[in-house]
């Protein structure tokens, strides 16, 4: 058991010394002693250090510092108490813990030579697994508030080192109702303002506020959320700064393809920056997030996303991000980068801006995403997209399936830039699926879909999809496709307007060894008569009931409608 001395302080405090290390603070004047609402403002909570009925400063080791009981809980009304559970004879790391009051934890930045407060627990991280003095006890924090904590240390840190709700009752959460304000917490790797590492911890109704800095597996409430680890109905509203696994309230959540864990009903709000895999609510998810949002400026390199930024192995559900993403490479408006990963009924609302890659809710995707939109501006240099900048890959066997979802968003790039997907590569597969914003591309390849569809070893299909935005660029250009390799499309439409030096057409611009079936434009909206693939058709024979006899071989008993416009998915 790490040990731990103190000066601890009944009403002000001098000195406090924690593993041998001192430091002094100047005692505070007549002003500022007293920590009422003075200032008239009811809205502050009031804030207290613990019991001030006495006026001396007594030293005793951790073993010397008492705590009340009561119904089952100990206590907790001031910092010392706080930073000796696990030290104290009579606060063990197995124990159930409740606040009583607002702790000013402000004397912690002049603690231990300027390391600050001594994380709760103890947590030597192999293969995986936290190995170490544990909390694996409760702390509720009771709807109080833990003020100003300071802590500038290396790995494994937060309030808490490490928890573990393992042996807790099923369903019980060992991390309840903790509102941490104005946290500064600094660190190397598995970094977070509450918990450093979540080992099948279970984290409930937790707030924090403040900066956090780290290098690897940063996040404004859990560094590293491993093993069964579950984060339900918290926020963070930070500032997060790192390199690698850098996320606005978790670094990283597990990587495990049995997606363990677990994130529901949360949020970030603020800003992140980092390297790569930087993501808005979790820089890297190998688990479950569900019903839960960011509204953070998220900047990075590679793997950056509004929500999450690597999504390998993870399942995303019912979440969404409204801010500005920007990064050089795999960059979204709600995820980075996706492989063998779920994207569904999400969707981002913010610009997004990149190099190569880069599309308004996922930058690449190599998974599935269904039912999920995106409407904001994705500008970009290459496989720029609307909702994805590259779905599949090139050369590789890799699948990426959109399915049931569309993209609103303006779209800039120079090569494969399309109003849905810049490049759909090999096994890529878009089904009933829609854009409706204008592309602009400078270079090769671009569509009011796709700009292209299938340049690698398999074919990329589309199914059942449309576009209706205008689309301008230089060659290669399509209503639908600007440049389709050996890729399938069928059962498809487009009505934009369609400008372009060569290789032009009003649903395909250039078409080598690919198949387009059952696929029209609109040769007036358009204002072209040619495409290199498809039919062209007047505004009045794809408008109203005449659709259904004018566009053969689409399936208007299962999948289409008509309407007064153009047709509508059913």
């Given at each position: 058991?790490?040990?731990?001395?103190?000066?601890?302080?009944?009403?002000?405090?001098?000195?406090?010394?924690?593993?041998?290390?001192?430091?002094?603070?100047?005692?505070?004047?007549?002003?500022?002693?007293?920590?009422?609402?003075?200032?008239?403002?009811?809205?502050?909570?009031?804030?207290?250090?613990?019991?001030?009925?006495?006026?001396?400063?007594?030293?005793?080791?951790?073993?010397?510092?008492?705590?009340?009981?009561?119904?089952?809980?100990?206590?907790?009304?001031?910092?010392?108490?706080?930073?000796?559970?696990?030290?104290?004879?009579?606060?063990?790391?197995?124990?159930?813990?409740?606040?009583?009051?607002?702790?000013?934890?402000?004397?912690?930045?002049?603690?231990?030579?300027?390391?600050?407060f001594d994380p709760i627990g103890e947590c030597d991280l192999l293969e995986g697994e936290c190995q170490g003095e544990i909390f694996t006890g409760r702390f509720d924090g009771n709807g109080y508030e833990i003020v100003g904590l300071y802590i500038d240390r290396t790995d494994e840190i937060g309030l808490f080192s490490s928890v573990d709700s393992r042996d807790l009752m099923p369903a019980a959460s060992n991390i309840k109702n903790v509102t941490l304000v104005d946290v500064n917490v600094s660190g190397e790797s598995r970094v977070g303002g509450l918990v450093g590492v979540s080992d099948a911890g279970r984290i409930t109704n937790a707030s924090v506020t403040g900066v956090i800095n780290g290098n690897e597996s940063v996040g404004g409430l859990v560094g590293f959320n491993n093993t069964d680890a579950e984060v339900v109905d918290s926020d963070a509203e930070v500032d997060v700064t790192g390199e690698s696994l850098v996320g606005g309230l978790v670094g990283w959540n597990t990587d495990d393809t049995t997606f363990d864990g677990q994130i529901e009903g949360s949020s970030a709000t603020g800003r992140v920056?980092?390297?790569?895999?930087?993501?808005?609510?979790?820089?890297?998810?190998?688990?479950?997030?569900?019903?839960?949002?960011?509204?953070?400026?998220?900047?990075?390199?590679?793997?950056?996303?509004?929500?999450?930024?690597?999504?390998?192995?993870?399942?995303?559900?019912?979440?969404?991000?409204?801010?500005?993403?920007?990064?050089?490479?795999?960059?979204?408006?709600?995820?980075?980068?996706?492989?063998?990963?779920?994207?569904?009924?999400?969707?981002?609302?913010?610009?997004?801006?990149?190099?190569?890659?880069?599309?308004?809710?996922?930058?690449?995707?190599?998974?599935?995403?269904?039912?999920?939109?995106?409407?904001?501006?994705?500008?970009?240099?290459?496989?720029?997209?609307g909702l994805a900048g590259r779905n599949g890959v090139v050369r590789v066997s890799d699948d990426g399936e959109i399915r049931d979802s569309y993209a609103t968003g303006m779209v800039t790039g120079n090569e494969d830039a399309g109003g849905l997907v810049g490049d759909n590569g090999s096994e890529g597969e878009i089904t009933t699926s829609y854009a409706t914003g204008n592309v602009t591309s400078d270079g090769f390849g671009a569509g009011g879909l796709v700009g292209t569809n299938s340049s690698g070893s398999s074919s990329g299909n589309i199914l059942q999809s449309y576009a209706m935005g205008d689309v301008v660029g230089d060659a290669h250009v399509g209503g639908l496709v600007g440049f389709n390799g050996d890729g399938t499309v069928s059962e498809t439409y487009a009505t934009g307007g369609v400008t372009a030096g060569d290789f032009v057409g009003g649903l395909i611009g250039d078409n080598i060894d690919g198949s387009i079936t059952a696929s029209y434009w609109d040769t007036a909206s358009s204002g072209l008569d040619e495409s290199a693939g498809g039919e062209g058709l007047a505004t009045s024979e794809m408008q109203g009931p005449e659709a259904e006899s004018n566009m053969d071989g689409f399936d208007f008993e299962n999948v289409w409608n008509t309407t007064p416009a153009y047709p509508e998915f059913d």
């Amino acid at each position: 058991m790490k040990r731990r001395s103190v000066l601890a302080l009944a009403g002000s405090v001098t000195a406090v010394s924690f593993s041998g290390c001192s430091s002094t603070q100047e005692e505070p004047n007549d002003q500022t002693a007293d920590r009422s609402d003075d200032d008239g403002d009811d809205d502050e909570p009031d804030v207290e250090d613990g019991d001030t009925s006495e006026s001396n400063t007594s030293s005793s080791d951790c073993d010397e510092v008492e705590y009340e009981e009561e119904d089952g809980y100990i206590l907790i009304s001031n910092i010392t108490q706080l930073q000796c559970i696990g030290d104290a004879d009579d606060a063990p790391l197995d124990g159930d813990y409740k606040l009583t009051q607002n702790i000013d934890a402000s004397e912690t930045e002049q603690w231990n030579d300027g390391a600050g407060f001594d994380p709760i627990g103890e947590c030597d991280l192999l293969e995986g697994e936290c190995q170490g003095e544990i909390f694996t006890g409760r702390f509720d924090g009771n709807g109080y508030e833990i003020v100003g904590l300071y802590i500038d240390r290396t790995d494994e840190i937060g309030l808490f080192s490490s928890v573990d709700s393992r042996d807790l009752m099923p369903a019980a959460s060992n991390i309840k109702n903790v509102t941490l304000v104005d946290v500064n917490v600094s660190g190397e790797s598995r970094v977070g303002g509450l918990v450093g590492v979540s080992d099948a911890g279970r984290i409930t109704n937790a707030s924090v506020t403040g900066v956090i800095n780290g290098n690897e597996s940063v996040g404004g409430l859990v560094g590293f959320n491993n093993t069964d680890a579950e984060v339900v109905d918290s926020d963070a509203e930070v500032d997060v700064t790192g390199e690698s696994l850098v996320g606005g309230l978790v670094g990283w959540n597990t990587d495990d393809t049995t997606f363990d864990g677990q994130i529901e009903g949360s949020s970030a709000t603020g800003r992140v920056e980092g390297d790569e895999r930087v993501g808005g609510l979790v820089g890297n998810n190998g688990g479950d997030i569900e019903n839960s949002h960011t509204e953070v400026d998220v900047t990075g390199n590679e793997r950056v996303g509004g929500l999450v930024g690597d999504n390998t192995f993870g399942r995303t559900t019912g979440s969404h991000s409204r801010n500005e993403v920007s990064g050089e490479e795999q960059v979204g408006g709600l995820v980075g980068f996706s492989r063998e990963g779920d994207v569904f009924d999400s969707y981002a609302a913010g610009d997004v801006t990149g190099d190569e890659r880069v599309g308004g809710l996922v930058g690449e995707n190599r998974g599935r995403v269904e039912e999920s939109y995106a409407e904001g501006t994705v500008t970009g240099d290459d496989a720029v997209g609307g909702l994805a900048g590259r779905n599949g890959v090139v050369r590789v066997s890799d699948d990426g399936e959109i399915r049931d979802s569309y993209a609103t968003g303006m779209v800039t790039g120079n090569e494969d830039a399309g109003g849905l997907v810049g490049d759909n590569g090999s096994e890529g597969e878009i089904t009933t699926s829609y854009a409706t914003g204008n592309v602009t591309s400078d270079g090769f390849g671009a569509g009011g879909l796709v700009g292209t569809n299938s340049s690698g070893s398999s074919s990329g299909n589309i199914l059942q999809s449309y576009a209706m935005g205008d689309v301008v660029g230089d060659a290669h250009v399509g209503g639908l496709v600007g440049f389709n390799g050996d890729g399938t499309v069928s059962e498809t439409y487009a009505t934009g307007g369609v400008t372009a030096g060569d290789f032009v057409g009003g649903l395909i611009g250039d078409n080598i060894d690919g198949s387009i079936t059952a696929s029209y434009w609109d040769t007036a909206s358009s204002g072209l008569d040619e495409s290199a693939g498809g039919e062209g058709l007047a505004t009045s024979e794809m408008q109203g009931p005449e659709a259904e006899s004018n566009m053969d071989g689409f399936d208007f008993e299962n999948v289409w409608n008509t309407t007064p416009a153009y047709p509508e998915f059913d």
